[in-house]
Nanobody
Framework: QVQLVESGGGLVQAGGSLRLSCAASTSIMSFSIDAMGWYRQAPGKQRELVAT???????TYADSVKGRFTISRDNAKNTVYLEMNSLKPEDTAVYYC?????????WGKGTLVTVSS
């Protein structure tokens, strides 16, 4: 059973920062996890990609977050992070962690980020 547990969401003012974390089940061998990433879903909108990172550290970002968000991972801890700076009200969404483990995709339950203007 694979579990991804997100943490770090909350309420922040525009221009502020938050750091999200997502830890995969400790029973998973680190080498089994390929890409990990963050997606978000705002009210009334479809889920969209925010950022991804491969096991080798290659990253991709949505254009809307480039230069503001940074994704990183600690393979030893099976954990992926999302450092979010210069937050905008339009970043308000539920943020979901995703992991590709042995060619299967897993999702966390999400953590809410609210950015007030």
């Amino acid at each position: 059973q694979v579990q991804l547990v997100e943490s770090g969401g909350g309420l922040v003012q525009a221009g502020g920062s938050l750091r999200l974390s997502c830890a995969a089940s400790t029973s998973i061998m680190s080498f089994s996890i390929d890409a990990m990433g963050w997606y978000r879903q705002a009210p009334g909108k479809q889920r969209e990609l925010v950022a991804t990172i491969t096991s080798g550290g290659t990253t991709t970002y949505a254009d809307s977050v480039k230069g503001r968000f940074t994704i990183s991972r600690d393979n030893a801890k099976n954990t992926v992070y999302l450092e979010m700076n210069s937050l905008k009200p339009e970043d308000t969404a539920v943020y979901y962690c995703n992991a590709n483990i042995l060619h299967l995709f897993y999702w966390g339950k999400g953590t809410l980020v609210t950015v007030s203007s």
